[in-house]
């Protein structure tokens, strides 16, 4: 097949304070190297780049020879755009390069604990490009952002995102319609800002209820609704948010299903609701402790499947050889 060619004079918007806006990866990869070129004084016009799609490149590779830059996708081709935006600031000119990364996830991972420390930065759409740009910039690809991690803050997090009009009685205490639908807007900024820099956002849930002896924030939640409650709220946040690439699950105790409960809980109603949703969304599963029949559930749910398996247990990171660990 042949190689799909585009120019480097793509229009780029520009945001006030001359900040770039990118729609796509290769977007910001255009923007950033035009930014380089201006720096050094090198016009479009005389410094001409040309960018292909390359089918025999990883999907995170890129390449520069002469003045072609190819990646293996958007974000492969994003890459080759910021190190010739590199090579540009650093000596003026383009050399022959190739890359790939070394391991196919470069993650980070962030936890939300506090309202009043995180509602400025959390809501700050600045923040969030800046972020990004950042992670593009150091070549990571996936950013996860994880809610209600063993406390009663945020878990769980589906009412302050969407009111379920089939379960009215489950809400966050105290959240106002204009609050809920701000939290919303902004879950679905972030995953959509992440994916324009090339940057797999994952929706992380801990817990699905409080812990026992929690008092809970949210209210209205039983044994009977949670589960039928949880596959409808989460339909309704993956429609809203189509940037959400994957959904972080915990499964064990610490989700606050109780153990007996848990296999039927995330099999029939949240696993249910990845597949259900319309679109591909991977299922990202921190097992820990998982309950007979819950791997199978998993691998039966028809969807793109990837395990998390704890590995150090909080023992094998310590600064020192512990005398008894996790067998």
């Given at each position: 097949m042949g190689l799909k060619r585009y120019i480097v004079t793509t229009a780029i918007a520009?945001?006030?304070?001359?900040?770039?806006?990118?729609?796509?990866?290769?977007d910001f990869g255009l923007a950033e190297l035009r930014a380089a070129m201006a720096q050094r004084g090198l016009s479009e016009?005389?410094?001409?780049?040309l960018t292909e799609y390359s089918m025999v490149l990883p999907h995170?590779?890129?390449s520069i020879?002469?003045?072609?830059i190819r990646g293996g996708s958007q974000r492969g081709l994003m890459y080759g755009l910021l190190e010739a935006a590199e090579q540009i600031r650093r000596s003026g000119r383009l050399a022959p390069a190739k890359g790939e990364p070394a391991t196919p996830m470069r993650g980070v991972r962030w936890f939300l604990h506090n309202a009043e420390l995180e509602s400025g930065w959390y809501h700050d759409r600045a923040h969030w490009q800046a972020f990004f740009q950042m992670l593009a910039r150091n070549?990571?690809?996936?950013?996860?952002l994880v809610f209600a991690h063993q406390t009663a803050y945020l878990a769980p997090p589906y009412p302050l995102w969407v009111r379920v009009p089939e379960f009215p009685e489950v809400r966050a205490k105290g959240l106002s319609d204009e609050a809920r639908e701000r939290n919303l807007a902004t879950l679905r900024y972030i995953a959509q800002t992440a994916s324009e820099y090339g940057v797999d956002f994952v929706l992380g849930v801990w817990e699905h209820n409080v812990q026992r002896g929690m008092e809970p924030s949210v209210e209205g939640l039983t044994?009977?609704?949670?589960?039928?409650?949880?596959?409808?709220?989460?339909?309704?946040?993956?429609?809203?948010c189509p940037g959400i690439r994957a959904v972080q699950m915990r499964t064990n105790s610490e989700s606050g299903i109780p153990a007996a409960r848990q296999v039927e809980f995330y099999r029939d109603y949240v696993f249910r609701a990845l597949?259900?949703?319309?679109?591909?969304?991977?299922?990202?599963?921190?097992?820990?402790l998982m309950r007979d029949g819950l791997m199978d559930a998993a691998r039966n749910a028809g969807v793109p499947l990837r395990i998390s398996s704890k590995y150090w247990a909080e023992d094998?990171?310590?600064?020192?050889?512990?005398?008894?660990?996790?067998?």
């Open positions: 520009l945001l006030a304070g001359g900040v770039a806006q990118a729609a796509t990866p290769a016009q005389r410094f001409r780049v995170d590779g890129f020879m002469g003045n072609i070549r990571f690809n996936r950013f996860t044994e009977e609704n949670i589960g039928p409650y949880s596959y409808t709220a989460l339909k309704m946040v993956l429609a809203a597949r259900d949703c319309g679109r591909l969304v991977q299922l990202d599963l921190r097992g820990w094998l990171g310590r600064p020192y050889p512990p005398p008894e660990t996790w067998p």
